[in-house]
């Protein structure tokens, strides 16, 4: 998913929200923080929202544990982290009848991620890819279709990477053919020696806002782990800007919200969510101000205006899907060793 470099101590110094009437408490991504998205459900309810972004999904589940409940009432996640949250107590059962997901692609409903034995805890929102951006008057196009270009020697020193682990290591693993879902401790010591190839022939390593800046600027020609959600909000100033999905595959974020266990407002929470996913919430959310991304929900087709559907590549949508990979969902042990694995290479 796309996220900024935070430190989870900051989060925790802003982590209690502000106590009144007629408030929703909402713990969100920045995609969220766009008024164009948010004052039509605040004029419809007569509501203040009070939205606070953090970063990753153990920052946020960080500041709700040094919260009180009630404090928080709705939160997004990172769909693959949903049974996380519901294994810590912090995601409420939501009624899975009054989500539209009848409407979503196929592929986003997602229901092994957003439902625990049987109970639905979240929905998924809005999804992208990690892959390859760049400048395409300044690399070959066709060289981004095969990610041994990056470590050919050919773009040395004209390489961001993104600084996200989960996906960049995703990218390494299908760089040497192996699926996400097989990342583990026998077969992670096999991205080491590319990780570091990557990194030697990179310039940078950075954050959402520093790749997309390198990238508009030229300061580098490519980032890996880029994709729609860091060129789309540039594609207008920057129509030379590109992304593509290599042959060897892409990685898929996804985040889903839900209500946040402990809620004293579980109906206004839910209304929240159904307008999150309704037509014209997933547009605004699709082109929020932080970052583009594609609704769940297929009907946002229909208040996407033709020109924010072609940033958004929507008719490209089913070839994506099916040559995409979700996250790894690596266990706590191999989570440990692919961050001293990221450590490492940050180092060099």
């Known amino acids: 998913m796309p996220q900024r470099a935070l430190t989870t101590l900051a989060l925790l110094g802003l982590a209690t929200p502000a106590f009144a009437e007629g408030t929703l408490n909402a713990l969100v991504w920045c995609d969220h923080t766009d008024p164009a998205l948010i004052a039509p459900f605040e004029e419809k309810y007569g509501v203040k929202v009070n939205l606070k972004d953090y970063e990753g999904t153990a920052a946020g589940l960080a500041i709700l544990e040094q919260s009180q409940p009630g404090d928080w009432d709705v939160m997004v996640i990172d769909a693959v982290d949903v049974g996380r949250a519901v294994a810590a107590g912090r995601l409420a059962e939501i009624p899975a009848d009054a989500l539209p997901t009848a409407d979503f692609f196929p592929e986003l409903v997602m229901a092994d991620n957003n439902t625990v034995d049987g109970k639905t805890y979240a929905v998924t929102e809005k999804f992208g890819y990690n892959t390859i951006s760049f400048d395409k008057t300044k690399v070959d196009p066709a060289d981004m279709e095969d990610m041994a270009a990056l470590t050919s020697g050919k773009y040395d020193g004209k390489i961001g990477i993104y600084d996200y682990y989960l996906p960049v290591l995703g990218l390494v693993a299908l760089g040497q053919g192996i699926a996400t879902a097989d990342i583990n401790a026998e077969t992670l010591p096999r991205l080491a020696e590319?990780?570091?190839a990557l990194r030697k022939a990179s310039k940078q390593v950075s954050d959402v806002v520093s790749s997309q800046t390198a990238l508009a600027t030229g300061d580098v020609d490519i980032i890996v782990g880029g994709g729609e959600w860091?060129?789309?909000?540039?594609?207008?100033?920057?129509?030379?800007?590109?992304?593509?999905?290599?042959?060897?595959?892409g990685l898929r974020w996804a985040q889903?919200?839900?209500v946040v266990a402990g809620t004293t407002k579980p109906d206004?929470?839910?209304?929240f969510i159904q307008y999150i996913v309704s037509p014209e919430g997933q547009a605004a959310l699709a082109q929020s101000s932080c970052y583009w991304g594609m609704p769940a929900n297929t009907k946002a087709g229909d208040v996407l205006t033709p020109e924010a559907k072609a940033v958004l590549r929507w008719d490209q949508q089913p070839d994506y899907l099916a040559r995409t990979q979700l996250?790894?969902?690596?266990d706590a042990a191999t989570d440990t060793a692919m961050q001293d694995?990221?450590?490492?290479?940050?180092n060099q």
């Open 268 to 271: 206004l929470a839910l209304q």
């Open 341 to 346: 694995m990221w450590t490492a290479m940050l």
């Open 194 to 196: 590319p990780l570091l």
């Open 327 to 330: 996250y790894p969902i690596p």
């Open 230 to 249: 860091l060129t789309a909000v540039l594609a207008a100033d920057n129509p030379n800007l590109d992304w593509t999905i290599p042959k060897q595959g």
């Open 256 to 258: 889903s919200i839900g």
